[in-house]
């Protein structure tokens, strides 16, 4: 009998924690509101992140699907899905992007060098290459979005879910350089590669399903899973050779952009 009760205060105990940490995941994320009393814990936000995208791109899916029942031109519905998650993320990861932009446009010299890019990054000014990168970002998804006719609700979630889980990789592989950031903790959750080895597990699967349940074609379900991959292994190592490893700012940017490419490789074979 006691041997019971301590199962189940511990199952309690793990659910109420699993709780507060999914709660500061979308806290820490997105703008959405939650209840006043709630209880909010940050130090396993990353490991919740998948399903954070994974709400995300439900919201921009529902959007999406609203808007075209409504008649409203694609390219329209473009603008306005992609400019819907900038609001619900609060621009996170858009401003990661302009930082790393701003730094990266620093050039290295010597030895310095990379701690001037760090600087550059910190900055809350928005410089001129940030501006760029922004700009060229929101028109890659813009226009990649527009050219998708189909799949759109699924390839919405795609991007956020894969975007996030290219963020959790780079937080697991390469070493975070700033000890006092706010993305510090993140390396406690996801302490190696291992720790996101079975989010990408069930991504692959959760693919191979709707691939045979034929929801989506083969080819589809295929660059889905070949883009998500290699576009968020290559924006993290691209950041890491750049910098020697990432900061919260890098994170952002590979959330971006690691969506806007996967937007563009689902655009192949129309």
């Known amino acids: 009998m006691d041997f019971i009760l301590t199962a189940w205060e511990r199952g309690e105990q793990l659910l ?3 709780w507060a940490n999914w709660n500061g995941s979308l806290t820490f994320y997105t703008c959405l509101p939650l209840p006043l009393g709630w209880p909010i814990e940050f130090r396993w936000a990353a490991r919740w992140v998948l399903f954070v995208g994974l ?4 919201l921009l ?10 008649g409203m031109p694609l390219l329209l519905v473009s603008v306005l899905v992609v400019s819907l998650e900038i609001l619900i993320t609060g621009g996170l990861h858009l401003d990661g992007v302009m930082d790393t932009a701003d730094g990266l446009a620093v050039p290295v010299w010597d030895e310095a060098g990379v701690s001037r890019r760090l600087a550059a990054m910190a900055d809350s000014r ?11 970002l929101l028109l890659i998804k813009v226009s990649a979005l527009s050219a998708l006719t189909d799949n759109r609700g ?7 879910v894969w975007g996030r889980w290219g963020q959790q990789w780079a937080i697991a592989r390469y070493p975070y ?8 903790f993140h390396q406690v959750a996801l302490p190696s590669v291992w720790s996101v080895l079975p989010g990408l597990v069930g991504l692959v699967g959760i693919s191979l399903g709707l691939g045979s349940l034929g929801w989506v074609t083969w080819p589809w379900m295929g660059r889905s899973v070949v883009g998500g991959i290699a576009s968020s292994l290559i924006m993290g190592a691209y950041f890491n050779r750049k910098l020697g490893g990432h900061t919260g700012d890098t994170y952002g940017a590979v959330v971006e952009w690691t969506e806007a490419f996967l937007l563009c490789v689902l655009t192949i074979g129309g």
């Open 126 to 136: 928005m410089g001129a290459f940030g501006g760029m990168a922004a700009i060229a």
């Open 177 to 184: 350089l700033k000890p006092d950031g706010k993305g510090a």
């Open 55 to 58: 709400l995300i791109g439900g």
């Open 154 to 160: 699924l390839a919405l979630i795609a991007m956020t």
């Open 61 to 70: 899916a529902l959007a999406d699907w609203t808007m075209g029942q409504m």
């Open 16 to 18: 109420k924690s699993s």
